[in-house]
């Protein structure tokens, strides 16, 4: 018998015989003894929210301690990085949002950052454009850490924080709304810059936000931090050292919480972060609770980083000057929030015939990127997320293929879970702070 991922194979007088089993199953139960041995194996997930949707979790026990787990990934592919082969390299933008939904500025970013390094224009995107793309970036990456903090907390019993979190995650997701017109999804970087540009009003809650949060981030603690049963459930639960998660690939909070200041904005800068002022949490305990301390800290580091960006938005273009790359006009959000302003709508279809031909080339046809292959990396909210973008001189990618952090930290869960015990394979897995569909694109 031989196996794969999903299913089992075997030969009957019919021929092969697939049975969905979710990878090496029929192995294991039939390698024990539910009778004479102690051993059981069950299924844990796929399951929301404990295996975090559609994480499919094989775990070997002996009583309530963990001998063996696996992990079963796959339930939620969706093909995006094969879809991009078939759109060119702007439509791009509006698939890899989608792939960590968690953090769509960073996808689109690393995206944008790739196809722009192809290009040859990395060093002609506007200031104003970059210093919004970190803005953008950084109240994502709170956001992100905002439902990590609400999930984590639901999952281990403080279902109060669950509501704390996502009432100021609501907060973000209404500012990015008034930049970008959606919630989420946003496809709002761009290769050459952003969609559009930051209104006044947007700013204005922003810098309601910043006096706000850290009232809030106070209440966290007090809720949390000094709550017997949280600090049993974390303290000294699925540690992972340093050592451990160099050798894994572990990157983000998770190595940071193991006592390494890895962070590429500050080793590898892009998008300017060398010249911001911030500070790189760690913890020395490689556990759930310096995880939940390190996510703590970044978030005020993150707000740092807000603020003087907004300090830095200069009047300025928000996309690159070349007319074969740049939208023909300034696009901006209409009156009801959705769709081009009557103004976009007017310079492409009444006043500019050159606006109107280049318009729909763009649409239609798209810009030609140079033969080659890149690679570009950023810090997002659970890691290194990199981008190996390749193309043949099209209109489309060639293939683009993500370093996407869930996949990879995935691989920690059996390092922190085997040898404990079941209860805590649930915080552990937490912890890590995976996005399936990050893991499954």
């Known amino acids: 018998m031989t196996t794969s991922n999903y299913a089992s194979e075997h030969e009957t007088d019919e021929g092969r015989v697939f049975t969905v089993t979710g990878g090496d199953w029929d192995t294991i139960v039939s390698g024990t003894d539910p009778i004479n041995d102690e051993r059981i194996v069950v299924n844990m997930g796929p399951q929301h929210p404990s295996t975090h949707g559609v994480l499919r979790l094989i775990l070997e026990l002996e009583g309530e301690t963990v001998r063996e787990a696996r992990s079963v990934v796959g339930y939620l592919h969706t093909g995006i990085e094969k879809n991009l082969e078939y759109r060119n390299w702007v439509q791009g933008s509006t698939f890899v949002t989608r792939m960590d939904y968690l953090a769509p500025i960073f996808n689109e970013t690393a995206y944008a950052l790739a196809v722009e390094k192809l290009l040859g224009i990395t060093d002609d995107i506007t200031e104003r454009a970059t210093t919004i793309r970190v803005l953008m970036m950084e109240l994502n990456r709170i956001s992100s850490h905002l439902v990590w903090l609400a999930t984590t907390g639901m999952e281990l019993g403080a279902i109060s924080i669950m509501l704390y979190g996502f009432r100021e995650r609501e907060y973000i997701l209404d500012i990015f709304e008034t930049i970008t017109g959606l919630r989420m999804n946003h496809a709002y970087v761009r290769p050459g810059g952003v969609a559009q540009d930051v209104p006044d009003d ?158 729909f080339k763009l649409v239609t046809e798209g810009f030609r990127v140079p033969p080659g292959q890149v690679y570009v990396a950023i810090e997002a909210p659970r890691g290194e997320l990199g981008v190996h973008a390749v193309s043949d001189g099209g209109t489309r990618p060639y293939r683009v293929h993500y370093r996407e952090p869930s996949f990879v930290n995935l691989q920690a869960l059996p390092a922190m879970a085997e040898g404990g015990l079941i209860a805590d394979v649930i915080a552990g897995g937490a912890s890590l702070d995976p996005v399936m569909g990050g893991c499954d694109r």
């Not at 303290?235 to 193991?258: E, F």
């Not at 949490?281 to 970044?298: C, F, I, K, S």
């Not at 978030?299 to 009047?315: F, G, H, N, T, W």
Request: glycine letters at 8%; a neutral charge.
């Open 202 to 359: 947007a700013v204005r809650k922003i810098r309601e936000f910043l006096k706000m949060m850290p009232k809030k981030l106070k209440e966290y603690e007090d809720l949390l931090s000094g709550q017997p049963i949280w600090t049993e459930r974390t303290k000294n639960v699925a540690v992972l050292d340093v050592t451990g998660c160099v050798a894994l690939g572990i990157t983000g909070p998770v190595l940071r919480s193991a006592g390494l200041a890895w962070d590429l904005r500050k080793t590898m800068p892009y998008c300017g972060y060398e010249t911001y002022e911030f500070d790189v949490p760690t913890h020395p305990d490689g556990d759930v609770w310096g995880r939940y301390q390190v996510r703590l800290a970044e978030i005020r580091e993150s707000m740092k980083l807000v603020e003087q960006a907004l300090d830095r938005l200069r009047p300025g273009p928000v996309m690159v000057a070349d007319r074969k790359i740049a939208w023909p006009a300034q696009l901006a959000i209409g009156v009801d929030g959705m769709g081009n302003s009557l103004e976009h709508v007017a310079k492409i279809m009444g006043q500019s015939m050159e606006s109107l031909i280049h318009h």
